[in-house]
């Protein structure tokens, strides 16, 4: 995380909502931390994921977020996570601020200020939570981390910036790493 904004309390969910800027902070375990400014190549690879994922999406029940979008895993729990991009399923989960309980499929896209976080923290919560495929895409060596939720373990592959790659969670899906990590 790039640092945390507000230590001298812990935060509650609804406090977090309150504040003038939360859409660039994440709450974890109450406490607030700022997120870091996305660099050119992040977004360039976030919008080309996005669009590949929305084209399949089209007249489909699954739904497309993209940061900053409020994913609370748990409900009775002080944290918030806004992924990168996030498909829910489950219309029942989604509420006016974000998504309440495990989204199907979640991408972060590494930075330096929030790698730790993306490999260590977020991937057990989404783990816990039962987040069906966690992917973790690494702009700088062109690699995508695919872990599928299987037997409450994730089972990883590693793709690296060639050629499709499938979605499991949506069968068909198939996303072109060529096109995402073109420079």
């Known amino acids: 995380m790039s640092g945390i904004l507000k230590d001298e309390q812990y935060c509650t969910f609804e406090e977090w909502l309150e504040l003038e800027d939360c859409e660039h902070t994440e709450l974890i375990d109450g406490i607030i931390y700022k997120r870091g400014e996305p660099t050119r190549r992040h977004q360039k690879i976030s919008r080309e994921l996005s669009r590949q994922l929305s084209n399949f999406l089209l007249g489909k029940t699954c739904e497309l977020y993209y ?70 895409v690494d702009p700088e060596v062109k690699i995508v981390f695919v872990h599928i939720l299987k037997d409450n373990i994730y089972e990883q592959s590693r793709y690296a910036g060639f050629g499709p790659i499938q979605v499991q969670t949506l069968p068909g899906c198939e996303i072109d790493l060529m096109i995402v990590f073109a420079e």
């Open 67 to 136: 940061a900053p979008f409020a994913v609370r895993l748990f409900a009775e729990e002080n944290t918030v996570f806004q992924p990168d991009l996030a498909i829910v399923c489950d219309p029942e989960k989604l509420t006016d601020y974000g998504c309440v309980g495990a989204p199907d499929f979640i991408v972060e896209i590494l930075s330096p200020s929030t790698g730790g976080n993306d490999w260590i923290r977020k991937y057990n919560m989404y783990l816990r939570a039962g987040v069906k495929e966690y992917w973790i």
